[in-house]
């Protein structure tokens, strides 16, 4: 039988690939430091890189070594995540602060230095630093290495498209007052397509992102989530869209009229200029799951056709409702992995290390003598299996973890929740105790080259809630998720062991969970956390202590001389 034409694209890009140029050496300076920008009617100020929103784009090809130089001439503490980046034997430069390293402190600099290693496709760079990703952020393009081709046909332009989020206010005072009152911060009052809020808010007819197309030509549309706290349904009017590629793995070709994105996700997805000449709007709005307070506002940018009318007003795309659950589940739930493009790996089959681990909010005491904005007068917090993370503040981890620092964390997070409940009831009556979840810095070590399972289970000890849990250095396999409580009887029958879709930050269901694998092959320590900031700030986090390997390879190699220090 005849192989697709895809797959045999594949195997052609497999059987080339011996004979490639060298590996280039690619380099940037990022300077961050306030500007004033005018969004919705006035003026506010951000922290920004190199004076734009987003900040600059990226290109590398797979092989390279990129080299950024950070000059932090903002008012705060900053740090430059690569976020999907493996870092392989880099983990110094992975960028999450007190996690990797100290943040780099205003009017000092420092020097991110790693090569991209068996990936391509769509990443992104963001601050890790109080909630600075807000407007600190910026396209990561990985393209093939010269003499190979994309699994696809090769499109007539390749396109950013990065979603966020807008706040008439400064970010840190919002996150601030958050943490002071123990209460939920401010929602945003808008969403952005390439930094432009889009013609539907008042004062921003021209701050509108526009993509001119020519009809019959096909181009790719690299989406990037870096909302902070919300997932985005997104479409284009009258047009269909193929994912090609999800976190910069390729996918099984999947044609769909929506995408939804979570904050910290990518997605690839081919547009082809098929319709009437004419203008389309291209929109994005929330995807929320909990009963209170949104943005319900609808961010817009508009697909021109060569020829078109300028004065007729674009086609709107009908989006799904703010709560459509089954579209979402069923848009993430249906990709899969292209199998034998790529640095496609097979799923390992065996386990060393099996995680039950729930996520979802809890509180913490308000204080003496006190009353907070959170439920109860008490304040709001976050965990995984009722632990809260709490960062160091002298030392990072990873400077702990490599010169064997006690004191600063320990190995002792749990393998599974501390009590067995209805995780998923929302009229608890037996699992009070576990409202208060206590602030700790339990981290979970494994050995190298061990390979980890994590059920992750949603609960409704406050409210249910679509979790984007994002794990650090790692690449994993999503092998099954549904909704309930995670049955291992029943849903492990489920598991796609062949072409499951990977990722590096998985959406977890609504009252539901979702089973992931991975393989520890990278000493270091590595971050996993909700890529909600709101919970990230609460203790949605642990992290994974990798240890070191058999030979000098695959041992962590000494921190570069202009780590920042505490």
């Known amino acids: 039988m005849a192989l697709p034409k895809f797959l045999l694209l594949c195997v052609f890009v497999l059987l080339g690939c011996s004979s490639m140029a060298s590996a280039a050496i690619v380099e ?7 500007l004033t920008i005018g969004r919705l009617c006035q003026q506010q100020v951000i922290t920004a890189v190199n004076g734009s929103l987003p900040g600059p784009t990226i290109r590398v ?19 430059i995540h690569w976020h999907g980046i493996f870092q392989i034997l880099s983990p110094w430069a992975d960028g999450p602060s007190m996690v990797t390293q100290c943040p780099i402190t205003p009017g000092h600099k420092y020097t991110y230095r790693f090569r991209i290693i068996n990936q391509e496709g769509t990443l992104w760079w963001h601050a890790h630093v109080s ?20 699994p696809f046909p090769k499109p007539h332009k390749e396109v950013p498209i990065v979603l966020g989020e807008w706040w008439n206010a400064s970010v840190v005072d919002v996150v601030n007052q958050a943490l002071a009152t123990g209460g939920a911060p401010n929602d945003s009052v808008a969403f952005t397509i390439n930094g432009k809020p889009g013609d539907l808010y008042p004062c921003s007819q021209n701050q509108t992102y526009k993509l001119h197309v020519q009809q019959g030509k096909t181009y790719l549309l690299r989406i990037i989530n870096a909302a902070l706290n919300n997932q985005l349904f997104f479409k284009i009017a009258n047009h269909n869209l193929t994912v090609v590629a999800v976190d910069a793995a390729y996918t099984t070709p999947t044609v769909t009229n929506v995408v939804v994105i979570a904050p910290g996700q990518t997605t690839d997805v081919l547009l082809k200029a098929n319709q009437p000449v004419g203008s389309y709007y291209m929109a994005a709005h929330a995807y929320v799951t909990t009963p209170n307070t949104f943005d319900n506002t609808t961010t817009t940018g508009i697909i021109e056709y060569e020829g078109s009318n300028s004065t007729a007003a674009p086609i709107m795309p009908v989006l799904p409702a703010f709560n459509d659950t089954p579209t979402a589940f069923t848009f993430y739930s249906n990709l899969t992995s292209l199998e034998f493009c790529p640095h496609w790996v097979p799923v390992p089959r065996h386990v060393n290390e099996h995680m039950f681990v729930t996520v979802g909010l809890s509180l913490e005491p308000c204080g003496a003598n006190a009353t907070c904005q959170g439920i109860n007068g008490q304040r709001f917090s976050a965990s995984m299996n009722n632990q809260s993370l709490e960062l160091p503040t002298s030392l990072s981890l990873l400077q702990a973890f490599y010169g064997n620092v006690t004191g600063v964390y320990t190995t002792d997070f749990p393998n599974n929740p501390p009590v067995t409940f209805d995780f998923t009831n929302t009229n608890l009556t037996n699992a009070t105790s576990l409202l208060f979840a206590p602030k700790v810095t339990k981290l979970k070590k494994v050995k190298f080259n061990s390979t980890v399972q994590m059920v992750l289970q949603n609960t409704a000890l406050i409210t249910t809630e679509n979790h984007p849990m994002h794990l650090h250095g790692f690449d994993f396999y999503v092998l099954a998720q549904g909704f309930g409580n995670y ?3 029943r849903d492990s029958k489920k598991f796609n062991l062949v072409n499951p879709q990977r990722r590096n930050t998985i959406a977890v269901p609504d009252g539901g969970w979702a089973v992931i694998r991975f393989t520890a092959n990278n000493p270091g320590v590595w971050y996993m956390h909700c890529h909600l900031d709101v919970h990230l700030g609460w203790g949605l986090a642990t992290a994974f202590v990798v240890e070191n390997g058999p030979t000098p390879s695959t041992r962590l190699p000494p921190p570069p001389k202009d780590l920042p220090k505490c």
């Open 487 to 489: 049955n291992k009887t």
């Open 28 to 34: 940037h300076t990022f300077n961050v430091q306030n």
């Open 131 to 150: 909630w600075l990703r807000a407007t600190v952020h910026g396209a990561l393009i990985i393209r093939p290495r010269a003499g190979q081709s994309y």
């Open 61 to 79: 090809s797979e092989g390279d070594t990129l080299v950024v130089h950070v000059f932090n001439k903002s008012p705060y503490n900053l740090t």
